[in-house]
């Protein structure tokens, strides 16, 4: 079996991301690895054979996939949350990571690592292969040439030792901090959000106004002076039904559909008059309401109000559907591929709002292969370019952090002339499934004999033992941190520890536990500097410690 898994490295590539997703999906009091047990499954297998491991294709086009499709997706939330507390979460990232230099340097100075195996442990405790690379490059630079190989190989035994508790470290620190404090993922998206918005269940319920103070108002002066986070859709008025659209005037006696979370509307119920046993919305005769795919490429990046529905059409959007999450509508909410929006208007109106938002599965189920193509080029030349630091070394963003760094771009611009950069939801997650697994199991399958060898030898019991306290320490105390004192919402939280540890594996594992995308925030919000931050300390920790010498 071993032998043919060497000669047919897909089929090796495929039986392991198979266990692995099996493995992942078991159930222990209600925790899981997810797909990060791909990972630990590579190691497993890795571990029989030197030459059981995949091409170094599989684990760029990988990762490249992963982040990029992760950058499309958090763009516009990346550099919105800059705008506001980005600056504050870097430098907090810094501190930790600056914290986890001196436990580096504690531990050497407790078993007395070298300086290139302390380097290591730094490097693989926070599973940041460029930092490796970094200080490699360093040892040949001031090395004797008849040292140099065998001073190599002493970073990569601290880097292969410790990378496996870099991985299962923040994944433990995430679930142990969240059954500490009880964590309830859907209200920290709605403290993320600013608005209580992000919930699967909204409500219609039928109002008749009654209450004097309001008669007169229009729908905009409502959500201005009563601050009212619901939709109007329809308005009985003298028995006849139209749109509410924002200058429409309330009267007495009226009956409005409102639309949104039950707690906002019980408290327009309050504003309004009372709840009107008789559905307004039950009534299709003469306004209708079906939900449509947004498709056509025109309307992607728009917001809602540009499309003038309610003056063109007779129309409203009452709330738009983004992946597994329904949103109140409004007239800023910006309209994306894959977007279902729910809209009100006359039956014989249906055809032609249906063809302005294109309203094809088919359509949203294909990837336009030029827009990922030239997207993914630019990732990967953005990460060849490379750039300086003090000493005369230089490093490249590389796979990951170019394609990140441009999707996150190309995320927030959304669209360049004709050509849309933004992929529909399902496809943008399936692609990441893909990229991330492929990832795992190269990752896995190539460490897994390193890591067997080296721990048998070389200290590697305590240098596994310094880099557990490490890899377990610094995110256990980062989410407390940043939980407690920074009220950093949690599922942001965790996206940091992740780039905090530049780590795709326990990104994996937020995403999944959080189940919306303010991991992916909180990545790509800090991944940048956490991986520059990373190569510069560990040349500091193997300079400190009296580098070659």
């Not at 297998?45 to 958090?74: E, R, W």
């Not at 880097?159 to 209200?187: C, D, F, H, Q």
């Not at 697994?437 to 240098?463: E, P």
Request: with cysteine.
């Amino acid at each position: 079996m071993i032998d043919l898994l060497v000669d047919n490295p897909i089929l090796l590539l495929f039986v392991t991301a198979a266990i692995g997703y099996a493995v992942g999906r078991i159930r222990i009091k209600g925790a899981s690895l997810g797909v990060a047990a791909v990972l630990f499954v590579g190691l497993v297998i890795g571990s029989f054979h030197p030459d059981l491991k995949v091409p170094d294709f599989a684990f760029t086009f990988g990762l490249a996939v992963f982040v990029y499709t992760i950058g499309l997706a958090s763009g516009a939330g990346f550099f919105a949350s800059f705008s506001r507390k980005g600056l504050r979460d870097n430098l907090f990232v810094l501190a930790m990571l600056v914290f986890a230099s001196l436990l580096v340097l504690g531990a050497a100075a407790l078993f007395a690592f070298k300086s290139t195996i302390a380097a290591g442990v730094f490097a693989g405790s926070l599973t940041n292969t460029p930092a490796l690379a970094g200080v490699l490059e360093m040892i040949r630079a001031e090395a004797a040439a008849s040292d140099v190989e065998a001073l190599l190989n002493e970073p990569v035994v601290g880097y292969s030792v410790t990378y496996p508790m870099g991985v299962l470290g923040p994944i433990l620190a995430i679930s142990l901090v969240r059954a500490i404090y009880r964590v309830n993922y859907r209200k920290e998206a709605e403290r993320l959000s600013g608005m209580a918005l992000v919930q699967k269940t909204i409500s219609n319920v039928t109002v008749r106004v009654t209450n004097p103070s309001v008669a007169g108002w229009t729908v905009r002066e409502l959500h201005r002076g009563k601050s009212m986070r619901v939709v109007l859709s329809r308005v009985q008025h003298e028995g006849d039904v139209h749109v509410a659209d924002g200058d429409t005037r309330l009267a007495i006696g009226d009956r409005v559909v409102v639309v949104g979370n039950p707690d906002d509307v019980a408290e327009a119920c309050r504003v309004l008059g009372q709840a009107d046993p008789e559905r307004l919305d039950v009534d299709r005769s003469t306004y209708d309401v079906r939900r449509m795919f947004v498709s056509r490429k025109d309307v992607v990046g728009k917001r809602i109000r540009d499309l003038e529905l309610p003056e063109r059409y007779g129309a409203i959007v009452t709330r738009v559907r983004k992946g597994d999450v329904d949103v109140m509508a409004s007239g800023d909410t910006v309209l994306e591929l894959g977007d279902r929006v729910r809209v009100v208007a006359q039956p014989e109106r249906m055809g032609e709002i249906s063809r302005l938002f294109g309203d094809s599965y088919k359509v949203l189920s294909e990837i336009d292969l030029l827009s990922f193509g030239l997207g993914m080029s630019l990732g990967l030349l953005v990460g060849l370019i490379p750039i300086p630091l003090p000493g005369g070394v230089t490093f490249t963003l590389g796979s990951a952090g170019g394609p990140l760094l441009v999707g996150l771009v190309l995320g927030a611009v959304r669209r360049t002339g004709r050509i849309v950069w933004t992929i529909p939801y399902n496809a943008n997650l399936t692609l990441r499934q893909i990229g991330l697994i492929l990832f795992l199991a190269a990752v896995g399958l190539k460490s897994g004999y390193t890591f067997v060898s080296t721990f048998s030898g070389s200290g590697g019991a305590t240098i596994l033992l310094a880099g557990a306290v490490i890899s377990l320490a610094v995110p256990v105390l980062t989410l407390i941190i940043g939980y407690k004192v920074l009220r950093i919402p949690y599922g942001m939280l965790t996206g940091v520890v992740s780039a905090m540890h530049t780590q795709p594996a326990v990104l994996g594992f937020a995403a999944e536990q959080a189940q919306d995308e303010s991991p992916n925030v909180g990545w790509s919000l800090v991944y940048p500097l956490s991986m520059i931050s990373k190569i510069i300390l560990a040349q500091v920790i193997f300079t400190v410690l009296g580098g070659v010498g």
